[in-house]
C-alpha cells in the first residue's frame, strides 16, 4: 500500500516537512495552545504565555515563549523589539511577585497553574559567573534586584528551536546549571545585548562608483 505520508525531519523539538521546510509539529507551541498535559501555562496574554521548564535551574525560573513562532534569536529582526520588550516587562513582573510567594498560593497574580511548592532549597554558596549586569529594565519605579537574570542561548546551544526568554532568579540550584547560565560564555546572550542590536541600524555595503 502506497502511504501518503509527508516525509519529516525533527530539530530540537519542531517537526519539519522535508518536501516544503514548512514547521508541522513544535513542542513549545503546543505548550502555548495548552494541549502538553506535562507543562502547565502560568501566564498567557495575546503575545507571550509562561511556563515553569521541566529541570528548573535556579530558586525560581521561567520560560517565557512567544505565541508567534521565532525560530532563535539568530532570526529576530528590528520588527521583533516590540516583542521582546513585552515579554521582558511580564518576565520582570512575574519574577517580582513570585518570587516573594515561593512555595504558598498567596500570589497576588492571576495565573493559570498554581505556583510551584518544590523551589525553597539551599545549595551552599556558588561563584557568581552572571553579574547583575545581565538586569537591564530601566523603569525608575522597578528596584533593581541583581538577583533576576533575562536571557536566551544563542543557537546553536539552544535546546529548543522556538525562540524562549529564561527568566531566572538566583541563585541556581547546581555548579552545572549556573555554568550554562554565565554570561562569559559564548552561549549566552543577555536580553540587554540582544535588545541593544535589534535597535542598530542595517548596515549596507556603499554603492561602487
Not at 521583533?80 to 512575574?94: D, F, I, S, T, Y
Request: glycine content about 4%.
Amino acid at each position: 500500500m502506497e502511504s501518503n505520508a509527508v516525509p519529516t525531519r525533527s530539530k530540537k523539538g519542531v517537526v519539519y516537512s522535508r518536501v516544503t521546510g514548512e514547521i508541522i509539529d513544535c513542542l513549545f507551541c503546543r505548550i502555548v495552545r495548552g494541549q502538553s498535559p506535562q507543562n502547565h501555562l502560568w501566564y498567557q496574554d495575546d503575545k507571550c504565555a509562561i511556563f515553569i521548564p521541566r529541570t528548573p535551574a535556579a530558586r525560581l525560573h521561567l520560560l517565557v515563549v512567544p505565541l508567534q513562532h521565532i525560530q532563535t534569536v539568530a532570526t529576530l529582526n528590528g520588527e521583533h523589539r516590540e516583542l521582546l520588550e513585552h515579554m521582558q516587562k511580564v518576565a520582570l513582573e512575574q519574577l517580582r511577585v513570585h518570587s516573594q510567594y515561593l512555595g504558598s498560593h498567596e500570589s497576588p497574580l492571576t495565573n493559570l497553574a498554581p505556583p510551584p511548592t518544590h523551589y525553597p532549597f539551599n545549595r551552599g554558596h556558588l561563584p557568581d559567573l552572571c553579574p547583575s549586569s545581565t538586569y537591564t529594565y530601566r523603569d525608575e519605579a522597578t528596584p533593581r534586584d541583581s538577583s533576576f537574570v533575562f536571557c536566551f542561548h544563542r543557537p546553536p546551544y539552544n535546546s529548543i528551536d522556538h525562540l524562549h526568554l529564561h527568566a531566572i532568579q538566583k541563585p541556581y540550584r547546581t555548579w552545572w546549571n549556573q555554568f550554562m547560565f554565565a554570561e562569559i560564555f559564548p552561549w549566552h546572550g543577555s536580553y540587554g545585548h540582544i535588545i541593544q542590536k535589534l535597535m542598530l541600524p542595517v548596515r549596507t555595503a556603499s554603492p561602487k562608483e
